[in-house]
């Protein structure tokens, strides 16, 4: 095994059972709101996988179980959220604050328990996401094109400049545009798991990897390219390979 996890927090278009009555979102609605095909682009063998099995839009595993969402006042995405940033609403009936406590409970602890057991072992976290090839409303880059691949490190908080300027030259020597910490820094599972130096045995660097989703899906309707995806996992295999082979994690 390589020392390297891998956090997969927003493949899914799953619905809690509990939740399944009270849903206003279709299958179409909650592909639209997930990172299509993360779990298939970032299937890599011999790394150490944390995968969420339910849709983001239940319960966020990438924003801190206290961040109860306030977008209607500023405009942000919390653990729970009532509306989608379109403004769909996704609830005939809005949650409890109690039932918001047990879902949080049930589903985002787990996730990141599962992440805490791997860090006695691992040396480097990865945490995989995809976004829309067009910044969305209410995000900071609205309405704008995006690169291919989007770093992000909490402003090179969560690994090293030499982490960093390894992913962007690999991805760059393949032929996509990169950017840095912009439109996405990193969110709640680099801020828990990660820090720019290895604290045995809690913490470890981490940095995290969007892709643009027109490398390999239709944007309207959601239909993924299979051999595009097929060919993106060989190159994230090749990534983790390679980073593991130039710091010493092999």
């Not at 959220?81 to 604050?97: A, C, F, L, M």
């Amino acid at each position: 095994m390589l020392p390297i996890v891998l956090s997969i927090p927003h493949s899914s278009i799953r619905v809690p059972s509990e939740l399944e009555q009270n849903v206003l979102l279709n299958e179409q609605d909650l592909l639209g709101y997930s990172d299509l095909a993360t779990d298939r682009i970032f299937r890599i063998p011999n790394t150490y996988i944390v995968q969420y099995q339910f849709s983001r839009i239940f319960v966020d595993v990438n924003r801190a179980p206290d961040d109860i969402s306030r977008e209607y006042e500023r405009r942000e995405e919390g653990v729970i959220v009532h509306t989608t940033w379109d403004d769909k609403p996704i609830y005939r009936e809005e949650p409890s604050e109690e039932q918001m406590n047990e879902l949080i409970k049930k589903y985002h602890d787990p996730f990141h328990e599962e992440i805490d057991s791997y860090m006695a072992r691992a040396k480097f976290l990865i945490d995989c996401h995809s976004y829309l090839p067009v910044g969305p409303p209410l995000k900071i880059d609205a309405g704008k094109p995006r690169p291919d691949v989007c770093l992000g490190n909490t402003n090179y908080s969560t690994c090293t400049r030499e982490h960093t300027v390894f992913f962007r030259e690999f991805f760059e020597r393949h032929g996509y545009s990169v950017s840095i910490n912009f439109p996405y820094q990193g969110k709640y599972t680099l801020g828990r798991h990660c820090h720019r130096r290895r604290i045995p045995h809690f913490l470890v660097p981490g940095i995290q990897i969007e892709l643009n989703q027109k490398l390999y899906a239709d944007p309207v309707t959601h239909t993924v390219d299979d051999e595009a995806i097929d060919a993106l996992n060989i190159l994230m295999q090749k990534v983790v390979e390679e980073f593991a082979g130039k710091f010493g994690m092999g």
